[in-house]
Structures are given as structure tokens and as C-alpha cells.
């Protein structure tokens, strides 16, 4: 029995009355993790949406409003850029990392750093001395941290639940973190609606990790890390690389990882700019513009469950097809949206089709993958689907300055249609077939 198997197998407080489309939650260590996410991600995503709405104030301070729309496209993109690209730039390091040491104790170590940097940025807010340059540090600071965190907390899953409920159990992880783009945003637009400040969000946001940290001094069981057969045989190197050599060169997977690629860079920058679209291309304000980023949740939250529902089908090349047209004709037809009804239902389908895409990809990674290598996998596929959205941030960002918001998410998202239109043709042409578990 793998060792993936064995410690979820001999964990104390297995649930075996729970219904298999939430399979995942008959493990109690998976369970610890899912509900103290569940407050943590809320949080997250409260701060987030918080932090774009700051950033579009701060411009109107030194920048007459009518002036305003093309500067706070740009800071939007460096500010979201700042905080993701860390992640491309470590992803080799820390995917060593996470196969080197204990997991579990490094989720513990990310956590606590998170809620330093929420709570650093709580007082700089209250004490009246925010401004961009700060944001955009303090992003850089939590961009470290994640991408240290991401291939640990990924590659944690598995030691929580086992093979066998590891699909379940990655789409109930994108339920929560969906679930939490809708709560969050909601709980942000509230306080902002009710004359609370956006510093409310940030210091909730910091009290909210004190239950993943919680949760994760609770599990039992052991969690060391899986011995590397190729150890002796590799230098160092190659062994920091090795995660993207395993996806360079496994039949189908290369093919998926570009396909991730083009999301990421070209159609996925256009959340750091949905303030800009909320303020300036639907005109609608603090409240309204929480309740766009909640419909994002509702769609991606539905096409999680849906995802766990499907898990036991080996559905998952299905629904990563699916997933892409929804996400690139949503945003296509978002690019004309200019009634704010109209924009929230098709938020609903983009982020349907954003879980989709992103979740199912990562079922399929983690299915092939071998445990000594899933630290470094895992970091090579958070260096694609999150790392490759500063650059592509950036460039719209400043191709949103230059001709505005709806034409820059116009081009991007019609060029990755056309190069996942390709790619569709090429997967359909050579099917792809999950190896037996």
C-alpha cells in the first residue's frame, strides 16, 4: 500500500456514513482542513477584493476621476502582478522544498506568515499610511509566501485522503476556495455598504487564519516525506527541475499544461482588472462590485460540486474541455457587457468554466504523478496557472491603459480561443485515457 494509502487509511475518526459524492470528508484530517479553509479562504478572498477597491481609491487622491480609468487599469495589474509573480519566479525552489520537509509544518509556517501581512496591512490602513507603494510590497511579501505554500498545501491533499478519494477530494478544495469568492467578496461589499472601512476586511482577514492553523495542529498521523528513488542518480538540478521534466515528458500532459498556459496568461488576468470594469465600464459601485465578484463564486462553487459529483466517472478530460469554451466565451461576451445584470450572469458562467478548467487539470496532474515528485509537480503547475498571470496582468493592464478595459480582455481572451481552438483539435484527434488506479 503506498504511503499515501496508509496514512489515510490508519487515521482515527473515518466517516463512513458520509455520501460518496463528498468521500473526501470521511477522512478526519481532510476534514480539519476543509472546514478551517473554509473560514481562512473567506478571508483571503475578503481581503482581496478590499485590496482592488483600495487600490482604485488611492488613484482618485492624486488623479481627477475623469482621468482616473487608465492609471487604475495599470495599478490594478502591478499590484495583483506583484503578489503572483513570486510564484513563477520560486516555483523551482519551493516545489524541493515541499518534497524535502514535512508538509503539514510548512502549511503552518505559510499560514502564520499570511496573517502577518494581513495584519501589517491592517494597521498601516488604520494609521492612515497606505498607499500604492506599500500595497505593492506587501503583495511581493505575500506572493513569497504563497508560492512556498501552494506545492505543499497541494501535495498535503493526498496524505489527508488517499488516492482513491483524492479527485473528491480536490474539487471540494475548489469548492472551498470558490465558496470563499463568494462569501468573502459578499462580506467586503456588506461592510463597505454599511460605511465600514476597507481595513475591516483586512483585520478579519488576519483573524481568519488562526482556524487553518488550528485545524492543522489538530490532524494526526504521520507526515514525512517520500523518499526519492532518483536522489543518488540526479544533481541537484535536475532534481529542482524535475517537476516540469515529469510534465515535459509524460504522454497527454504536456499538451494540458499548455493549454493551462494560454488560460493563464491571456484570459485569467481579467479578475485584478474587475474593479476597473465594475467602476468605469458598468458604473456601479463598492456594493455592486462585491456582488460581480460573488457571482463568480456562485458559478464555480456549482461547477465544484458538480466536479465532485463526477469525480467516481473519470470525467475529467470532459469536463477540462467544457470548462475552457465556457471560460473564453463568457469573457468574450463579457468584453460587451454594458448592463450590470447582464455582466453578473455571465460572471456566473466564467467562473463555472474557470473551475472547470483549473480544477480538472489539477485531478489529472495528480492522478499521474508519483508521491516523491508531488511537491515539485505541483509547484511547476502553480507556476503555470498562477504564475503566468502577473505577465499576462501586466500586458493587459497596460493594453487596458491604451485602449480600455473591454477591448484589452476582447484581444486577450479571442487569442486564447484561438490557440485552445487548436488544442481542442489535437485533444480530440489523440484521445487521452486516465491510467488505472
Given at each position: 500500500m503506498?504511503p499515501?494509502?496508509?496514512?489515510?487509511?490508519a487515521?482515527?475518526?473515518y466517516?463512513?456514513?458520509?455520501?460518496s459524492a463528498?468521500?473526501?470528508?470521511?477522512?478526519?484530517?481532510?476534514?480539519?482542513?476543509?472546514?478551517?479553509?473554509?473560514?481562512?479562504?473567506?478571508?483571503?478572498?475578503?481581503?482581496?477584493?478590499?485590496?482592488?477597491?483600495?487600490?482604485?481609491?488611492?488613484v482618485l487622491i492624486?488623479?481627477?476621476k475623469?482621468?482616473?480609468?487608465?492609471?487604475?487599469?495599470?495599478?490594478?495589474?502591478?499590484v495583483?502582478?506583484?503578489?503572483?509573480?513570486?510564484v513563477?519566479?520560486?516555483?523551482?525552489?519551493?516545489?524541493f522544498?515541499?518534497?524535502?520537509?514535512d508538509?503539514?509544518?510548512?502549511?503552518?509556517?505559510?499560514?502564520?506568515?499570511?496573517?502577518?501581512?494581513?495584519?501589517?496591512?491592517?494597521?498601516?490602513?488604520?494609521?492612515?499610511?497606505?498607499?500604492i507603494?506599500?500595497?505593492?510590497?506587501?503583495a511581493?511579501?505575500?506572493g513569497?509566501?504563497?508560492?512556498?505554500?501552494?506545492?505543499?498545501?497541494?501535495?498535503?491533499?493526498?496524505?489527508?485522503?488517499g488516492?482513491?478519494?483524492?479527485?473528491?477530494?480536490?474539487?471540494?478544495n475548489?469548492?472551498?476556495?470558490?465558496?470563499?469568492?463568494m462569501?468573502?467578496?459578499?462580506?467586503?461589499g456588506?461592510?463597505?455598504?454599511?460605511?465600514?472601512t476597507v481595513?475591516?476586511?483586512?483585520?478579519?482577514?488576519?483573524?481568519s487564519?488562526?482556524?487553518?492553523?488550528?485545524a492543522?495542529?489538530m490532524?494526526?498521523?504521520?507526515f514525512?516525506?517520500?523518499?526519492?528513488?532518483?536522489a543518488a542518480?540526479?544533481?541537484t538540478?535536475q532534481?529542482?527541475?524535475?517537476?516540469?521534466?515529469f510534465l515535459a515528458?509524460?504522454?497527454?500532459?504536456?499538451?494540458?499544461?499548455?493549454?493551462?498556459s494560454?488560460?493563464?496568461l491571456?484570459a485569467?488576468?481579467?479578475?485584478?482588472?474587475l474593479?476597473?470594469?465594475?467602476?468605469?465600464?458598468?458604473?456601479?459601485?463598492?456594493?455592486?462590485?462585491?456582488?460581480l465578484?460573488a457571482?463568480?463564486?456562485v458559478?464555480?462553487?456549482g461547477g465544484?460540486f458538480?466536479?465532485a459529483?463526477?469525480?467516481?466517472?473519470?470525467?475529467?478530460?470532459?469536463?477540462?474541455?467544457?470548462?475552457?469554451?465556457?471560460?473564453?466565451?463568457?469573457?468574450?461576451?463579457?468584453?460587451?457587457a454594458?448592463?450590470?445584470?447582464l455582466?453578473?450572469?455571465?460572471?456566473?458562467?466564467?467562473?463555472l468554466?474557470?473551475?472547470?478548467?483549473?480544477?480538472?487539470?489539477?485531478?489529472?496532474?495528480?492522478?499521474?504523478?508519483?508521491d516523491?515528485?508531488?511537491?515539485?509537480?505541483m509547484?511547476a503547475?502553480?507556476?503555470?496557472?498562477?504564475?503566468?498571470?502577473?505577465?499576462?496582468t501586466?500586458?493587459?493592464?497596460?493594453?487596458?491603459?491604451a485602449?480600455?478595459?473591454?477591448?484589452?480582455?476582447?484581444?486577450?481572451?479571442?487569442l486564447a480561443?484561438?490557440i485552445?481552438?487548436?488544442?481542442f483539435?489535437?485533444?480530440?484527434n489523440?484521445?487521452?485515457?486516465?491510467p488505472a488506479?
Amino acid at each position: 500500500m503506498p504511503p499515501s494509502e496508509a496514512t489515510a487509511a490508519a487515521e482515527p475518526g473515518y466517516w463512513a456514513w458520509v455520501p460518496s459524492a463528498f468521500s473526501a470528508l470521511r477522512h478526519r484530517n481532510y476534514r480539519l482542513y476543509w472546514f478551517g479553509q473554509v473560514i481562512s479562504m473567506s478571508g483571503t478572498w475578503m481581503q482581496r477584493t478590499a485590496q482592488g477597491w483600495l487600490v482604485t481609491e488611492l488613484v482618485l487622491i492624486f488623479i481627477p476621476k475623469a482621468l482616473a480609468a487608465g492609471p487604475t487599469n495599470l495599478y490594478l495589474a502591478i499590484v495583483s502582478a506583484s503578489g503572483t509573480l513570486p510564484v513563477l519566479i520560486f516555483g523551482f525552489f519551493t516545489g524541493f522544498i515541499a518534497d524535502r520537509f514535512d508538509k503539514r509544518r510548512i502549511v503552518i509556517l505559510t499560514q502564520v506568515l499570511m496573517m502577518v501581512q494581513a495584519a501589517i496591512l491592517t494597521v498601516l490602513y488604520y494609521t492612515k499610511i497606505i498607499n500604492i507603494p506599500y500595497l505593492i510590497a506587501l503583495a511581493v511579501f505575500l506572493g513569497v509566501v504563497a508560492a512556498i505554500d501552494m506545492p505543499a498545501r497541494q501535495g498535503l491533499v493526498i496524505e489527508l485522503t488517499g488516492r482513491k478519494d483524492l479527485p473528491n477530494a480536490i474539487a471540494l478544495n475548489s469548492g472551498i476556495f470558490n465558496a470563499a469568492r463568494m462569501i468573502g467578496p459578499a462580506v467586503a461589499g456588506m461592510l463597505l455598504a454599511m460605511h465600514f472601512t476597507v481595513g475591516s476586511a483586512f483585520l478579519l482577514n488576519a483573524v481568519s487564519y488562526v482556524a487553518v492553523v488550528v485545524a492543522l495542529t489538530m490532524m494526526r498521523g504521520r507526515f514525512t516525506p517520500h523518499r526519492d528513488p532518483q536522489a543518488a542518480q540526479e544533481t541537484t538540478w535536475q532534481r529542482v527541475v524535475a517537476g516540469f521534466r515529469f510534465l515535459a515528458t509524460t504522454h497527454g500532459l504536456r499538451r494540458i499544461t499548455i493549454m493551462l498556459s494560454v488560460i493563464s496568461l491571456l484570459a485569467a488576468p481579467f479578475m485584478p482588472l474587475l474593479p476597473s470594469v465594475a467602476r468605469y465600464q458598468l458604473g456601479v459601485g463598492a456594493a455592486d462590485f462585491g456582488f460581480l465578484v460573488a457571482c463568480i463564486g456562485v458559478g464555480a462553487v456549482g461547477g465544484a460540486f458538480a466536479l465532485a459529483l463526477l469525480s467516481a466517472r473519470r470525467a475529467h478530460y470532459v469536463t477540462l474541455r467544457a470548462g475552457y469554451s465556457l471560460l473564453l466565451g463568457g469573457l468574450i461576451a463579457l468584453s460587451f457587457a454594458r448592463t450590470f445584470w447582464l455582466a453578473a450572469a455571465l460572471l456566473v458562467f466564467i467562473g463555472l468554466g474557470f473551475i472547470w478548467t483549473f480544477a480538472s487539470t489539477n485531478i489529472i496532474l495528480q492522478l499521474r504523478v508519483p508521491d516523491y515528485l508531488r511537491g515539485r509537480v505541483m509547484a511547476a503547475f502553480s507556476q503555470v496557472a498562477m504564475g503566468m498571470m502577473p505577465v499576462g496582468t501586466l500586458i493587459v493592464g497596460v493594453l487596458a491603459r491604451a485602449i480600455g478595459v473591454s477591448h484589452a480582455i476582447l484581444i486577450g481572451t479571442s487569442l486564447a480561443a484561438l490557440i485552445g481552438g487548436y488544442l481542442f483539435i489535437i485533444l480530440r484527434n489523440h484521445p487521452l485515457k486516465m491510467p488505472a488506479e
